[in-house]
């Protein structure tokens, strides 16, 4: 699948994004309607899929008066405190040195404030943190030990962040570069295999090393259905995240997004879930955006900010984000080799109530991005795709069986 480079240069012209590009644009009814000047009917919140879970209690908050930040972060702190939710909080999956780090960032509308917070150990709720930043200092941005120490002068509890189930997939990842260093069954290991013969076809070589590595899984302790997803995640290394933006009645809009980060990173990178502009975006004008996805890429488009001033400039919320991903894509000037290795998905919710998702790849057949909105009823909602298909699409990698999909959010 191919899309044309003229597309990608007109970045300001998106009525050509049905054309091959992707597929059909299929707008919502809440992102075509209402104009920004016009106030919401309702209170509406948009997140990523994690946060289904934690979204109604968090929009009955804000329909009851609660501040919008307030109940943004009220979404995001459910998969920040669940263990079993691995890219987030406890439980993310952690550096490569085995060290979980995490990355967060606010923006408040009504007070026009931010706060962000980057790199930080053994503090679970980091969105929390970044709000306390905003609140407890004159500053936007803390990171590495700083924000770690502030965090604990301001109350947060110090916690062990890394899981067992996370240590284990930790662990399966070191080992899988193990034919060039000491990590891994040693020569005298019964479990030991000698490197599969190059002679095979490459589509062979992985079949044969995906199977050693969910053996390897077994013998880690890992359990058996969750095996193969713990596969793809060393292959594929996640770059799971949460945002959300809440809007109330006045037109008030906040939004925060708080992330584990881009699992077994080097120590101390950050990606755009702190970067205020990349990971999140909120203005009071406006609207508010956010991302989740491969950070290195959001932060060279400012992905966030990019769509709120795209909105600014009279874009729908989906028209804004899909100029966004175009920006990703014209980086790369169409090279789809490459652009199979990213991913991203924008959530963005305009002051007026409209909103939309959008995500650079549509997703496996049947089975689309999807993303979460609270507006009176919680519903998934597809996110519109840029191009079809999935990202990262090599090494071929098995089907997991239907009935391993016990966890299905962690195997989507
Ligand atoms: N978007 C999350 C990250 O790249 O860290």
């Known amino acids: 699948m191919t899309v044309s480079r003229r597309d990608f240069v007109k970045t300001s012209v998106l009525g050509a994004v049905a054309a091959g590009v992707g597929r059909p644009a299929a707008l919502s009814a809440a992102t075509e309607q209402a104009s920004p000047a016009s ?13 289904r879970a934690s979204i109604e209690a968090a929009y009955d908050f804000l329909k009851g008066g609660g501040d919008t930040l307030d109940a943004a972060i009220r979404v995001v702190k459910g998969p920040e405190d669940d263990p079993n939710d691995d890219s987030v909080g406890l439980g993310g999956l952690p550096n490569e040195d085995g060290v979980v780090e995490l990355d967060a960032c606010c923006m408040h509308g009504p007070t026009r404030r931010a ?30 030990e700083g924000a770690e120490r502030f965090a604990v002068a301001v109350g947060f509890p110090r916690e062990n962040l890394l899981t067992e189930h996370s240590r284990k997939i930790w662990l399966l990842w070191k080992e899988f570069h193990s034919d060039r260093d000491w ?114 890429e959001n932060i060279k488009v400012a992905g966030a900010h990019t769509i709120v001033e795209n909105m600014r400039h009279g874009m729908s919320p989906q028209e804004a984000g899909m100029d966004a991903l175009k920006r990703i894509v014209r980086n790369y000037n169409n090279d789809m080799d490459r652009l199979h ?72």
Not at 39 to 51: D, E, F, L, M, T
Not at 386 to 397: N, S, V
């Open 39 to 51: 106030s919401p009917k309702r209170p509406v919140i948009i997140c990523a899929h994690n946060g």
């Open 115 to 144: 706060g962000s917070v980057g790199a930080v150990r053994n503090i679970k709720n980091v969105s929390l943190v970044s709000k306390a930043v905003m609140e407890h200092t004159g500053h936007v941005m803390l990171v590495g």
């Open 183 to 296: 990590w891994g069954p040693g020569l005298a290991d019964p479990r030991w295999r000698p490197p599969a013969p190059e002679s095979k076809p490459q589509s062979e070589l992985w079949q044969d090393r995906i199977e050693q590595l969910r053996q390897r899984a077994a013998d880690l302790g890992i359990e058996p259905e969750f095996q193969l997803a713990a596969v793809r995640r060393v292959l594929f290394p996640p770059t799971g995240t949460i945002h959300c933006s809440a809007l109330n009645e006045k037109g008030e809009i906040s939004g925060v997004t708080t992330t584990s980060g881009l699992a077994f990173k080097l120590p101390g990178r950050c990606g755009d879930s702190p970067i205020i502009g990349a990971g999140c975006y909120t203005d009071q004008d406006v609207g508010s955006a956010g991302a989740t996805g491969s950070g290195e």
């Open 341 to 412: 290795f990213v991913s991203m998905t924008y959530y963005i919710l305009r002051k007026d109530g409209a909103y939309a998702g959008v995500s650079l790849w549509q997703g496996a057949e049947g089975r689309p991005h999807r993303f979460v909105v609270h507006d009176g009823t919680a519903r998934f909602e597809p996110a519109v795709g840029l191009l079809k298909g999935e990202a990262q699409e090599w090494p071929p990698f098995p089907r997991i069986p239907e009935e391993l999909k016990k966890d299905s959010e962690y195997l989507k």
